[in-house]
Structure formats: C-alpha cells, structure tokens
C-alpha cells in the first residue's frame, strides 16, 4: 500500500460518497442481530456504525490512524483499531468480513486475502467491493500524461492501485479456499462535490503519484491534468471520476 498520510476531514467532507455507495454493500452484506462481523478499511467509522446499528457485534479496522481517530470520536461506542489488512489476526473469529473502497489499495493482496480468510469462522460470508479494472483510468493518464509534459515522467511513483479483473480476483479467493456467490464487474460513474471536485479527488486519491516532486510541481501537474480531464469528465458542470467496481459475496468453505 502506497504510503499515504489521509486527511479525514477532506475525506468525509468532499468525498462522501464513498460512504454512501457502501450502503448497497451493507445492503448485500445483510447482518443479522449477534453476528460478529469485521470491517475492513473502515474509515471514518460510517458503515461500521450502520453495520452496528443493526444489533450486530462489529469491529473497524484501518491503518489510518487519523481515520481510527476520527471514528472513536464519532462513535465512542464502538471498537476501531489501527490494524494492517495484509497482517491481521484476532482471536475470536468472525461470521462476517465487510470491506468496502479499501483493498484495491493493498498491493499484498495474497497476504489480504489469506488474512481474511483465516480470521473467518467456517462457513462465514466475506462481502467486498473494490476499483476493478479500468477503474479511474482517464485520471490516472491525464496524470501520468501532464507529469510527462512538465518533464517529470522519470519521477512517477508505481507503487499504488491495485485494479483486478473479475476473473483474476475470483481465481485468487477460490485458490485460497472461499466458494464465490455472487461476483459483478460494473462502471459506476461517480459525481464528484463542487468545481474543484476533480483537483480535491487527485489531492486526495492521488498524492501518491507525487511523491517524488515537489509541492510546487505538483499543484502544476494536477492543474493540468485537471485541465486535460474538463473534456471527458466534466459533463454539465459536474465532475464524475470513470469508476469500475468489483462487488463481490463469497463464503469460506
């Protein structure tokens, strides 16, 4: 996972759609009243306090501790730890993990995937949605593209999104040992909030691309990109980042 310092306010303020479409994961997730559930890259503590809400026991990891922070002070009842999703372990194991818009972050995704898979009961329900493949390509590019125009091409930090085909994820779960239910590969452009709504999501998304330039040099290269974007994502006065989903339910057999 790239190293990423997350600013909590800038995400729960502009970018809180990241929430909100996590309801239908929740929706697929179903829990039920005493289960024991995980919530995996939890944020700011939104849906682990929806999860909650419906009489489950629920735990919220991140490693963020800016968002564990801003969780316990959110929802004081509820149990959020700062925990690395490629290197978990708890001792009771749970009858459901829950993660949304978190492991395309994680590039160790065999390590994610078998710690998963080992802190689940028998039988138990992993629920998950993630970027896919092809997810915020025209941003990437328009990035990558405006750092080669500015010279600084050699200086593009690799090391970031991981964006699995439907296929290539399903293989590596059912290869660890879960029976996949349910798997769909879908875009979903997604409505960025105001007219900097592009420059925010880079600022905030995106800081890894910079991690090798200045401050300076990079507010030149999102400026640019953003201009370059203005023909493709912004269609009548709102920016939409070209996302593509994963969404996937399976069980460990």
Known sequence: MPAIKWNAD???????????????????????????ILDLGCGT?????????????????DASPDMIEKAKAAYPALDFVIADASNFSFDNKFDAIFSNATLHWIT??????????????????????????????S?????????KATGLGDKISTDFWYFPSLSEYTTL??????????????ERPTKLSGLDGMKNWIEMFGSFFFSNISAIQAEEVINK?????IA??????????????????????
């Open 139 to 147: 941003i990437a590019d328009a990035v990558k593209k405006s750092m």
């Open 10 to 36: 800038l995400y729960e303020n502009k970018h809180s759609f990241v929430a909100q479409y996590g309801e239908d994961v929740v929706g697929l997730l179903q829990p039920k009243a005493g289960e024991r």
């Open 173 to 186: 779960l059912e290869k660890q040992g879960f029976r996949v239910e349910i798997a769909h590969h879908f």
């Open 108 to 137: 160790k995704y065999d390590e994610v995937i078998n710690c998963m898979y080992k802190n689940l009961k028998l039988g138990g329900r992993l629920v998950l949605e993630m970027g896919g493949k092809g997810n915020i390509k």
């Open 225 to 229: 990109a953003v201009e370059q974007l």
């Open 232 to 253: 493709t994502n912004f269609i009548n006065n709102i920016w939409y980042a070209d996302y593509w989903r994963l969404r996937i339910k399976a069980i460990k057999a």
């Open 45 to 61: 503590g939104t849906l682990t306090n929806e999860i909650a809400e419906m009489d489950a026991e629920v735990i919220g990891i």
